[in-house]
């Protein structure tokens, strides 16, 4: 999954996610962030450290294969 700014600006690499409210990952290079592990229904925290933080709630399609980019969610809208 690829995270971006209101600018369309990835995030920097380094700030912390919770999936679910229980796993912990990392943004990385490009805004982007592995999440293992997909519900139906999930739920990213980034904790953007002194802007904030911001919420992604989304919804997941298992398909057969393991490894699949989600593509693009805008932060924005949920901060």
Avoid: W
Wanted: proline share 4%; charged share 20%.
């Amino acid at each position: 999954m690829k995270l971006v700014d209101q600018n369309n600006s990835p995030l920097m690499p380094g700030y912390t996610v919770r999936i679910n409210g229980q796993q912990d990952g990392m943004v990385g290079y490009d805004g982007e962030v592995f999440i293992p592990n997909l519900l139906k229904q999930n739920k990213l925290e980034v904790d953007l450290l002194d802007h904030g933080s911001c919420q992604v709630d989304f919804a997941y399609k298992n398909t057969q294969y393991s490894t699949k980019k989600l593509g693009l969610m805008y932060v924005d809208k949920y901060c």
